[in-house]
């Protein structure tokens, strides 16, 4: 279980419904509340309304660029910590994931072991809220 001592807001980022939902319900399991977006439009609004704590992103959102959407959202709220999600890692992402100070990067499908031990880094090492 993958828990701190406050209920966190976690923004899931993925154009594949099926993904949203399974990694927004591992992160309500874990205790945390969990909002969805599937574009750069969704995340931006749901930013300005809401304190997000972080992000799960996946690298290719439609035609857009998960790395970009994050760089967006920053813009908005100063800090974002990040987790990536890829169906196909390469070097190149895994670069511009680190230097984006991810907490992870994921293949999928996902490992939810995982995604588990990159979430338990980011809630360990952030101060959030």
């Not at 828990?3 to 899931?12: D, E, F, M, N």
């Not at 319900?25 to 995340?43: I, M, P, V, Y």
């Amino acid at each position: 279980m993958v828990t701190s001592a406050k209920r966190l807001h976690g923004l899931v980022i993925d154009d594949d419904p099926g993904i949203r939902s399974a990694v927004g319900n591992f992160l309500s399991s874990c205790g945390h509340k969990a909002s969805w977006a599937e574009c750069r439009a969704e995340a931006l609004s749901i930013v300005r309304l809401e304190i997000v704590h972080f992000c799960i992103v996946d690298v290719h959102v439609r035609e857009d660029n998960g790395m970009a959407i994050i760089d967006n959202l920053r813009r908005e709220t100063q800090r974002m910590p990040v987790i990536f999600m890829s169906g196909g890692l390469t070097a190149e992402i895994l670069g511009s994931a680190q230097q984006r100070g991810a907490y992870g990067c994921i293949a999928k499908p996902l490992d939810l072991g995982e995604l588990r031990a990159s979430l338990a880094l980011l809630i360990g090492t952030e101060s959030l809220g």
